[in-house]
């Protein structure tokens, strides 16, 4: 039977009052598709008694804060910025492992929307996880942050009940909820982004020096491929160097990969196919903006073997 957004709005409209009642309730939204859809219908449901939490990792891309609080508050949903960069950098420290990284990421984060959850004393967490999260942890692929019980973490400990009203969707079909829930398109359609944010585009230890780097690299990377369909596109920073040349002497830099996938729902993916004079002048932008970046390359690897995102 087909999808229709319009009867799965109205069911879990129901479903969410009826769990959570009078009490209140916090929505994480890191501004991706999932998590806003999900604080859009949980506002649907329970209007002010539900708060929209954005926490400010220091790992989201240019202006993010800003833009999702903006839109959030401008439908009127009460909306909490958290600004907590120094935790998730000091949690990020010296951990190379990708799991590591995720683990250090999700504790921190956990233990920051914890103390917001006590503060203003919610009941619920309502999150927007979505089917590929759990086929991706239960198959142990990587172990996606919002997968409370599958990866061990008891979210009584963190004072939380949570609910996960998109659970049982694929991305295609949450875009169709977010488009019927009337958020803007530049939102319901716009690329995935990772819960970890560019903390998972940095391999080896994530500092705040690289996390600079590589936002102005995915700026540049998502504003030339903006005109390119693709189901994400984004710029990823090496743990190596190359050598390279500044100002006529030899320079051992930074190396960015630009990464875009066709997909339709994340679990297997195709590079692009990018016209090379696109490629040419998005390597020409970044070496010249970011004088530590001495190579651009292209992923051309599918998924599987590879995986969408680096670590
Ligand atoms: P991979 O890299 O596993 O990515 O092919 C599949 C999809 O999931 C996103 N992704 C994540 N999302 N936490 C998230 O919330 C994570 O740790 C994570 N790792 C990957 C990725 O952007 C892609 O859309």
Redesign the pocket.
């Known amino acids: 039977m087909a999808f229709s957004a319009t009867s799965f709005i109205e069911k879990k409209i129901e479903e969410i009052r009826a769990q959570v009642g009078q009490k209140s309730a916090i929505c994480a939204t890191s501004g991706g598709v999932d998590s806003m859809v999900c604080a859009f219908l949980a506002h649907r449901a329970l209007g002010k008694m539900l708060i929209a939490v954005f926490i400010d990792d220091g790992l989201m891309r240019q202006g993010e804060p800003q833009k999702v609080t903006t839109v959030l508050r401008s439908r009127g949903i009460r909306t909490v910025l958290v600004r907590a960069a120094d935790d998730f950098f000091r949690a990020l420290r010296g951990k190379r492992d990708p799991e590591d990284m ?1 683990k250090a990421f999700r504790h921190t984060f956990y233990k920051t929307l914890g103390k917001v959850v006590r503060k203003h004393r919610a009941a619920f967490l309502i999150q927007g996880t979505i089917a ?2 759990v086929v ?1 942890t239960k198959g142990k ?2 172990s ?3 997968v409370l019980t599958q990866i061990g973490i008891s979210p009584r400990k963190y004072g939380l009940n949570v609910v996960e009203p998109l659970v049982e969707l694929f991305k295609p079909d949450v875009r169709k909820v977010g488009k019927t829930l009337g958020l803007p398109k530049s939102i319901y359609g716009r690329m ?5 944010g560019l903390a ?1 585009r940095v391999v080896g230890e994530v500092t705040r020096d690289k996390v600079c780097m590589l936002r102005k690299a995915t700026s540049i990377v998502e504003r030339e491929l903006r005109n390119v369909k693709a189901f ?1 596109s984004f710029a990823v920073l090496l743990n190596d160097r190359a050598t390279g040349t500044r100002r006529g002497k030899r320079a051992f830099g930074n190396i960015i990969v630009i990464r875009s996938v066709q997909s339709k729902n ?1 679990m297997t993916a195709t590079p692009t196919i990018i016209p090379y004079k696109i490629l040419e002048r998005i390597q020409r932008k970044i070496t010249r903006q970011i004088p530590e970046v001495t190579k651009v390359l292209y992923d051309i690897s599918p ?1 599987p073997p590879s ?3 680096y670590i």
């Open positions: 995720r590929a999260d991706e692929i990587k996606q942050h919002n995935p982004f990772p819960g970890p998972t994400q994340a998924k995986t969408i995102e």
